[in-house]
Every structure is written in C-alpha cells, then in structure tokens.
C-alpha cells in the first residue's frame, strides 16, 4: 500500500515525468500504480472472504451453547 510520503513521491515523479514528455517514466509510474491497485483488489477480496466466513459461522447460541449450562 502507497504511503502518504510515497503518493507524494509519485506524484511528484508523474508531475517532471510530464513536463519532461518521458514516455518511459510515465508507463512505468502507471505500471506501479496499477500493481498498487491490483495488490488492493485483492486484498479486499480477502477481507470480504474473512467476513462472509465469520458471518456464515453458526452462532453459539444457534448451536445449543450458551456457556451457562452446567451438564
């Protein structure tokens, strides 16, 4: 994930790259970012797998266990 000072530095490195006509810089600025945006695809898929599993888990309560029963 980009941190603030690194979004700062590509920003600043898009901006030259720019002015400066640098094709090659400029593919290879939006080829990072486009890694950045598939690492964060990603990444929310895995958090909306980690939350659909626990939504879908039986409750305790739905199993009979309330933790208060002494057999």
Request: glycine residues 12%.
């Amino acid at each position: 994930m980009l941190t603030p000072e690194a979004m700062l530095t590509l920003a600043a490195d898009l901006t030259d790259a720019a002015a400066d006509g640098d094709a090659g810089s400029l593919a290879a600025i939006a080829w990072r970012l486009y890694g950045e945006a598939g690492e964060n695809l990603a990444e929310i898929g895995r958090l909306r797998a980690a939350v659909h599993a626990a939504w879908s888990r039986p409750s305790r309560a739905a199993r009979g266990s309330c933790g208060n029963h002494r057999g």
